[in-house]
C-alpha cells in the first residue's frame, strides 16, 4: 500500500488547486440541459463531421460559433455528448457574455 | 497559514472536521449521483465524477492519516467545489439557483476545520468562481441576467458569513484554548492530584503496610503480653500456691507452735504451780535438811570420837594381831615336831607290822609243820595258832597305829596348814588393822572435814530456802506469763485460722483473675 503520508503539502495543495479549477470552470463550461450549447471542434475533420451530424432533426442549431467551425446549438432531446467528444467536438455552455445572445433565428 | 497558537485540543477538534468533511465528501458524492439521476442530464456519471476527482486527493491523504492544515486547505478547496457541481447538475431546473445556498452551506461545513485560511480559500475560490461565472456566464450564474449588485449581494453574503464564521473560529480557538489551558491546568492539578493520589496511596500503602506491620508487631507484643501474662499468672498461681502452701505450713506450724505453747504454757503453768509446791516442799526439805545438816555435822563430830577412839582400838587390834601372829609360829613349829614324832611312831609300826608278818609266816610253817606231825603236832599246832593269832593282832594293831599315825599326820598336815592360814591371816589381820588405823585416822580427817561441811551445808540449805523463796516468786510469775502465754496462742490460733482463710481465698481471687 502506497504511504500517501510521504506526499509533501505543496504537492497536495498543487494537485487540489488543479482539480478543484478544473471542476468548478467545467461546472461554467460545461453544457446546461435547455441552454444553448456551443459546440467547438478541434479539428477540421470534427468541423465537418459536426455539421453533418447536428443536421439530423432532433438538433436546433442556433447559429455559428465565435470561432470558426463552431456552432450553437439547442439540444431538444438527450444529447450524446460522448458521440460528439468522440468526434473531436467539445459541447460547451454557450458564453453569451463573450458571445453576446445566440440567435435563435 | 500557521496557526500561531496550536493546541492538542484544537489539532484533535480539526483532526475530527477533517475526518468528518472527508467522510462527508463522499455523501456530496452520493447525493449529487442522486441529483444527477433524477434530472434529465445528459450524463449521470458527470457530476459524481467530478466530485470524485476533487475529493480523491483529500480523501487519499486523509485516509493516510494525515490532519496538517495542507490537508485542511486542500478539503476546503474541494468542499469549495461540491455547491457549483450541483448547480451544474441542477441546470435548468427551477430549483438550480436555489442550490446556491450550499456555496453557505459549505463554508459553515468548513468552518469545522477551524481554520481561517481555508475557510478564506474556500470562500475566495467560491467568489472568484462567481466572479467568473458572473463574467462568462451571467444567466448562469444569475437567472434574469448581468447584474452587479446580486454579484456583490452574493460576495457580500459569502464575505459576510465568512466574517462570522471567522469570528465564530476565531473565539472558538480562543475558547478551545482556553480550554486547552484549563484543561492543561486542570491536567496539571490532576497530574498534582495523581501525584498527590500517588503519593497519598503510597503514603496509604505505607500507612497500610506500616498499620499492617503495627497489627502484627501489636499482634506480636499482644501474644507476647499474653504469653507474658500468662506466664505471669501462672508464675503468679505458683507463687500464690507456694504462697498458700507457705502459709498453710506457717499456720499449721504456727497452729501447732500455737497448740504447743498452749500446751507448753499449760505445761509451764503446771509446772510453775508444781514448782510453787516443790519450792515450798524444797524449803520446807531445805529448811530441814538445814536442821539436818546441823545434826549432822553434831553426829560427824561425836563420829569423830568414835573414830578417835576406834582409831586406839584398831592399834591395840593390831598390837593383838602381831602377838597372834607370833603365837601361830610358834604353835607352826610345834606341829611340824609332832609330825616329827608321827613319823617315827609310824616307822615303828611298820616294824612291828613286819615282825608280825614274820610271826604270822612262822606260825603257819609251824601249823603246818604241826600238821605233818600228826597228832604229836597238834599241841604245837595250837600255839602256832595262838602265835599266828598273836600275830595277826599285832599285825592289826600296827595298822592301827599307822592308821593313827595317818590321822596325826593329816591333823598336824592340817594343823600346820591351818596355822599357817592363821599366820597369813593374822598376817592380814594386822596389815588390816593398820590399815583400819590408817583408815580411821582418815575417817577421823573426813569426819572433821564432813563436819565442816555439814556446816557450810546448812548455811547453804539456808540459803537454799532464801533461793526456794524467790524461785516461788518466779514461779508464781512464771504461771501468769504462761496464762498470757496460753491467751496469746489462742488468739494466734484466731490469727492462723484468719490469715489461712485470707490467703485460700486471694488465692482463689488470684486463679479466677
Known amino acids: 500500500m502506497i504511504d500517501f503520508r510521504v506526499f509533501s503539502s505543496h504537492l497536495l495543495l498543487a494537485g487540489q488547486s488543479v482539480l478543484t479549477a478544473t471542476v468548478l470552470a467545467a461546472a461554467i463550461v460545461l453544457p446546461r440541459v435547455g441552454d444553448p450549447v456551443l459546440m467547438l471542434p478541434v479539428t477540421r475533420q470534427a468541423a465537418r463531421d459536426l455539421s453533418g451530424r447536428l443536421f439530423d432533426g432532433k438538433t436546433l442549431v442556433l447559429g455559428a460559433g465565435p470561432v470558426s467551425g463552431s456552432l450553437v446549438i439547442k439540444p431538444t432531446g438527450d444529447p450524446a455528448w460522448r458521440a460528439f467528444i468522440a468526434m473531436g467536438v467539445l459541447p460547451l455552455a454557450y458564453p453569451e457574455s463573450l458571445c453576446g445572445e445566440p440567435d435563435d433565428g | ?133 458572473w463574467a462568462i456566464m451571467p444567466r448562469l450564474a444569475f437567472e434574469g441576467g448581468t447584474d452587479l449588485f446580486r454579484l456583490m449581494l452574493h460576495i457580500g453574503a459569502v464575505v459576510v458569513e465568512l466574517m462570522f464564521l471567522t469570528m465564530l473560529v476565531r473565539r472558538s480557538k480562543l475558547m478551545i484554548g482556553e480550554l486547552a489551558a484549563a484543561r492543561a491546568a486542570s491536567e496539571a492539578i490532576a497530574a498534582d492530584a495523581q501525584a498527590n493520589r500517588t503519593a497519598a496511596e503510597a503514603a496509604l500503602d505505607s ?120 603365837a601361830s609360829a610358834t604353835g607352826q613349829q610345834t606341829v611340824l615336831s609332832l609330825i616329827d614324832r608321827a613319823t617315827q611312831v609310824e616307822q615303828f609300826a611298820r616294824t612291828i607290822g613286819d615282825l608280825s608278818t614274820s610271826t604270822n609266816l612262822i606260825a603257819i610253817n609251824a601249823s603246818i609243820e604241826a600238821a605233818q606231825v600228826g597228832d604229836a603236832g597238834k ?110 496462742a489462742t488468739s494466734l490460733s484466731g490469727d492462723v485460722s484468719a490469715l489461712l482463710q485470707s490467703t485460700r481465698a486471694f488465692v482463689a481471687q488470684l486463679r479466677a483473675a
Open chain 2, 1 to 133: 497559514m500557521v496557526d500561531p497558537h496550536p493546541t492538542i485540543e484544537l489539532d484533535r477538534i480539526r483532526a475530527r472536521g477533517v475526518l468528518m468533511l472527508a467522510s462527508c465528501s463522499w455523501g456530496w458524492i452520493i447525493l449529487l449521483g442522486a441529483i444527477a439521476a433524477t434530472q434529465h442530464y445528459a450524463d449521470v456519471w458527470l457530476a459524481p465524477a467530478l466530485a470524485a476527482i476533487v475529493s480523491l486527493p483529500t480523501s487519499i491523504v486523509v485516509l493516510s492519516g494525515r490532519r496538517d492544515p495542507a490537508v485542511r486547505l486542500a478539503l476546503a478547496l474541494s468542499y469549495a467545489a461540491y455547491p457549483a457541481i450541483a448547480v451544474l447538475v441542477l441546470g435548468g431546473h427551477a430549483w438550480q439557483m436555489d442550490t446556491h445556498l450550499y456555496f453557505l452551506v459549505a463554508l459553515a461545513a468548513i468552518s469545522l476545520l477551524y481554520d481561517v485560511w481555508a475557510m478564506r480559500a474556500a470562500a475566495g475560490v467560491m467568489a472568484i468562481h462567481h466572479v467568473l461565472a
Open chain 2, 207 to 326: 500507612a497500610a503496610k506500616a498499620e499492617q506491620r503495627a497489627n502484627g508487631e501489636r499482634s506480636r507484643r499482644e501474644e507476647a503480653e499474653e504469653i507474658s501474662r500468662r506466664r505471669e499468672r501462672e508464675q503468679l498461681i505458683a507463687i500464690a500456691d507456694a504462697f498458700e502452701a507457705g502459709i498453710t505450713n506457717l499456720a499449721q506450724s504456727l497452729g501447732g507452735a500455737a497448740d504447743a505453747l498452749s500446751r507448753s504454757a499449760e505445761s509451764l503453768n503446771g509446772l510453775a504451780q508444781e514448782t510453787d509446791i516443790r519450792a515450798d516442799s524444797v524449803a520446807d526439805v531445805a529448811t530441814q535438811a538445814s536442821d539436818a545438816a546441823r545434826a549432822v555435822a553434831d553426829h560427824v563430830a561425836a563420829l569423830s570420837g568414835v573414830i578417835a577412839d576406834m582409831d586406839d582400838r584398831t592399834g591395840q587390834q593390831a598390837d593383838h594381831a602381831r602377838h597372834a601372829r607370833i
Open chain 2, 379 to 488: 599241841g604245837f599246832a595250837i600255839v602256832a595258832g595262838e602265835v599266828k593269832m598273836l600275830a595277826q593282832q599285832a599285825r592289826g594293831e600296827s595298822h592301827k597305829i599307822e592308821e593313827l599315825v595317818a590321822l596325826i599326820r593329816a591333823g598336824a598336815a592340817e594343823a600346820e596348814d591351818a596355822l599357817k592360814e592363821a599366820g597369813i591371816v593374822l598376817d592380814g589381820a594386822s596389815g588390816t588393822a593398820d590399815d583400819l588405823r590408817d583408815a580411821m585416822r582418815s575417817q577421823r580427817a573426813d569426819a572433821e572435814a564432813a563436819r565442816s561441811r555439814s556446816t557450810d551445808l546448812a548455811a547453804t540449805a539456808d540459803a537454799l530456802v532464801e533461793d526456794t523463796d524467790a524461785l516461788t516468786g518466779w514461779a508464781e510469775a512464771t504461771r501468769r506469763l504462761s496464762t498470757e502465754v496460753r491467751s496469746a
